[in-house]
């Protein structure tokens, strides 16, 4: 049991009358409960008082269409460029939809990094889940062997190992049971891309992997920002990772009817978030992996970070296993929840906020996000600035917020907001600042990442640009 009281007040030298209630604040019936005044609390736990850690970006790491490094990726974001092509690693010529965002030229080095992992032992979700580990703890100035026990690694997939599955239930099919590798379960589990991360770096502390469809990587992330502020690590490699741009992942959303099937002669301009002639989204592979690590420790080893996280929150529609409910209900008590528990008012910082949407190019979500952001902000919510980097890289499922997230921190470093490119007609219903076509210099101090998946899962994670000169990150 703790209780929690504003920092700006002295501990209350009798602790067990404080969580009992007796806040130093004057404040009564604070139990269970955070101050919202800052997100820097003091926790009065097993009767000693703790500062509540800050958590910050301190490496960031990416698998995609548009590069496998976060400087070319982040190069082609803010230059408008999008990655989404026909696809060359699965034959797709009888499919309805041939394109989409495929990852390509992957350095073997950097994923088959010691005795215990292979490349050739792993799903390609797991390919990139090690490679781009590997780039986000250099680029944290991190260790990449032995790191042990006071890391942990939680990732997000939605469908990891789909490609892994197809292939040995064609064997098994057509060549019979003798024939189905033995490696087919290690490769396809969900808890593989975390399993080889650990294996590869020797982390020691939790392993595992959050899949709640378009919103793991974010589910994962919270969990990664709770797990440290809890003190059970010193830097968690979290984000997500996926590799469902197969036949059969293809062939399900196309008859789901998710995904736009009339411009396979168009790629480039398939994914059109916001815009009014949208037809759906357009699938993606790769990954994005992010160091979130104390305060205490970055600046103990000298570290600089990108951002730093604020807050996250995650809700349930409860309405529709695979459509959003249209007045966003959920979706609106999620980015409320995340602002209020970083202790924001939409009011006092629409103006100074990025928001990376979900931004799907679907009718259905489209639609939702601005009602609910309309919701969240009022009036001020024609202040925001929004864009959606999907209409570059298309959809990477269970990867899509973790990417987003990186797109966020290197946004609030640069001063650079990546567009929403494709938005050639305004839909009325989408009539928010969707930073069109061309990338904007807007130093903004917040941003807001809302990720929105198949069986109602709504997140948000709020983050805060790092302005203190030991800290901030200056090497984009």
């Known amino acids: 049991m703790f209780a929690v009281v504003r920092p700006e007040f002295p501990v209350f030298p009798d602790l067990t009358a404080a969580a009992a209630g007796a806040c130093p604040s004057g404040l009564r019936g604070c139990m269970l409960r955070e101050c919202l005044q800052t997100p820097l609390s003091i926790a009065i736990r097993w009767g000693r008082a703790e500062r509540m850690q800050r958590i910050f970006i301190s490496g960031i790491g990416v698998v995609s269409c548009l590069g496998n490094d976060r400087r070319t990726f982040w190069k082609n974001i803010i230059s408008s460029q999008c990655g989404i092509s026909v696809l060359t690693e699965h034959d797709t010529k009888d499919l309805e939809v041939n394109i989409g965002g495929e990852v390509h030229n992957l350095d073997d080095a950097r994923i088959s990094v010691n005795d215990s992992v292979s490349a050739r032992k792993m799903d390609r979700a797991s390919q990139f889940a090690v490679h781009a580990s590997y780039e986000a703890l250099e680029d944290a100035g991190l260790p990449v062997s032995g790191i042990g026990e006071r890391a942990a690694v939680i990732l997000g997939a939605g469908l990891a190992g789909l490609e892994t599955y197809e292939l040995q239930h064609e064997k098994l099919l057509t060549k019979g049971p003798s024939r189905v590798s033995p490696f087919t379960i290690p490769m396809l589990m969900p808890n593989a891309p975390p399993g080889n991360v650990s294996l590869a770096f020797g982390v020691q502390g939790t392993a595992y992997t959050t899949s709640s469809a378009c919103s793991s990587s974010g589910h994962a992330m919270i969990d990664a920002f709770e797990y440290l502020r809890r003190g059970d690590a010193d830097f968690v490699i979290t984000g997500g990772t996926e590799a469902s741009l197969t036949r059969l992942g293809i062939a399900s959303f196309v008859n789901m009817r998710a995904m736009n099937k009339t411009m396979n002669d168009r790629p480039q301009q398939s994914m059109r978030p916001f815009d009014a002639d949208r037809g759906g989204f357009i699938m993606a592979e790769g990954a994005a ?188």
């Open 289 to 476: 992996v992010l160091i979130f690590e104390t305060e205490e420790h970055l600046r103990r080893r000298g570290g600089r970070a990108w951002a730093e996280v604020l807050s996250g929150r995650s809700t349930s529609d409860s309405f529709h296993l695979t459509q959003p409910d249209p007045q966003g209900r959920q979706a609106v008590r999620a980015i409320q929840l995340a602002l209020q528990k970083a202790g924001l008012n939409p009011a006092d910082i629409a103006a100074d906020t990025y928001v990376s949407a979900h931004g799907t190019s679907t009718h259905y979500n489209d639609a939702m996000e601005t009602v609910a952001l309309k919701s969240v902000f009022g009036a001020d919510a024609s202040h925001l600035h929004i864009s959606s980097i999907k209409s570059m890289l298309g959809h990477m499922i269970g990867a899509a917020c973790a990417v987003e997230m990186s797109a966020c921190a290197m946004a609030l470093t640069s001063g650079i907001l990546p567009p929403t490119i494709n938005y050639d007609t305004p839909d009325p219903e989408c009539d928010l600042n969707y930073i069109p076509n061309t990338a904007v210099d807007r130093a903004c101090r917040y941003a807001v990442n809302n990720s929105f998946g198949f069986g109602g899962h709504n997140v948000s994670l709020v983050i805060g640009r790092v302005d203190d000169p030991e800290l901030r990150r200056t090497d984009l």
